[in-house]
T-cell receptor, first 115, second 114 residues
Framework: AQSVAQPEDQVNVAEGNPLTVKCTYS??????LFWYVQYPNRGLQFLLK??????LVKGSYGFEAEFNKSQTSFHLKKPSALVSDSALYFC?????????????FGRGTSLIVHP | SAVISQKPSRDICQRGTSLTIQCQVD?????MFWYRQQPGQSLTLIAT?????????ESGFVIDKFPISRPNLTFSTLTVSNMSPEDSSIYLC???????????FGPGTRLLVL
């Protein structure tokens, strides 16, 4: 079975400050990990993914995420937040090892960046 | 990547009626998915639709309530039947380009049932 947890319903950060949106996962094998963003009244947009290779993955809009196997985490980060980053962020996981081809999504974290 | 469009983008419907949502993809894909996103909640998978076969429904969703068509590799429809206010939600179409590839989502259909 695969699962993903986003422990924070909401993250508040001031514009210009670094931001972190947390995600932990559980899979029986090795994971494929994804971050998606949903702006108000829009569908989900892909931000970045970890498949293999470097643990630090860089994605769209200056976001990055670090895969930490020992902590089973894949936290989303950005060095300097923008007001326009305010949105709903979803972490998702797929199990590589014969698991479901359907990803499991976290419950989402609302990021609010204050001017 | 894939570009996905959905129609309608939003609708307000009366209780007891049905609404059919269309999903169009700009490339041929094997697997298409329908999700529901209720206010303030995560995505819930309704069903997986493969071309040429019956849709596979997740626990809690049945074909009579959410019939799905998949006539070709670029198109699918989801019908929400005999609607009630509890069906008010965002319905999202999604496609998968391969096991390790990203899922791409349509813009969603915002449904309000009165």
């Amino acid at each position: 079975a695969q699962s993903v947890a986003q422990p924070e319903d909401q993250v508040n950060v001031a514009e210009g400050n670094p931001l972190t949106v947390k995600c932990t996962y559980s899979v029986s094998g090795n994971p494929y990990l994804f971050w998606y963003v949903q702006y108000p009244n829009r569908g989900l947009q892909f931000l970045l993914k970890y498949i293999t290779g470097d643990n630090l993955v860089k994605g769209s809009y200056g976001f990055e995420a670090e895969f930490n196997k020992s902590q089973t985490s894949f936290h989303l980060k950005k060095p300097s937040a923008l007001v326009s980053d305010s949105a709903l962020y979803f972490c998702a996981v797929r199990d590589r090892a014969g698991g479901s081809y359907i990803p499991t999504f976290g419950r989402g974290t609302s990021l609010i960046v204050h001017p | 990547s894939a570009v996905i469009s959905q129609k309608p983008s939003r609708d307000i419907c009366q209780r007891g009626t049905s609404l059919t949502i269309q999903c169009q993809v700009d490339s041929q894909v094997t697997m298409m998915f329908w999700y529901r996103q209720q206010p303030g909640q995560s995505l819930t998978l309704i069903a997986t639709a493969n071309q040429g076969s019956e849709a596979t429904y997740e626990s809690g969703f049945v074909i009579d309530k959410f019939p799905i068509s998949r006539p070709n590799l670029t198109f699918s429809t989801l019908t929400v039947s005999n609607m009630s206010p509890e069906d008010s939600s965002i319905y999202l179409c999604s496609v998968d380009l391969g096991r390790q590839e990203t899922q791409y989502f349509g813009p969603g259909t915002r449904l309000l049932v009165l």
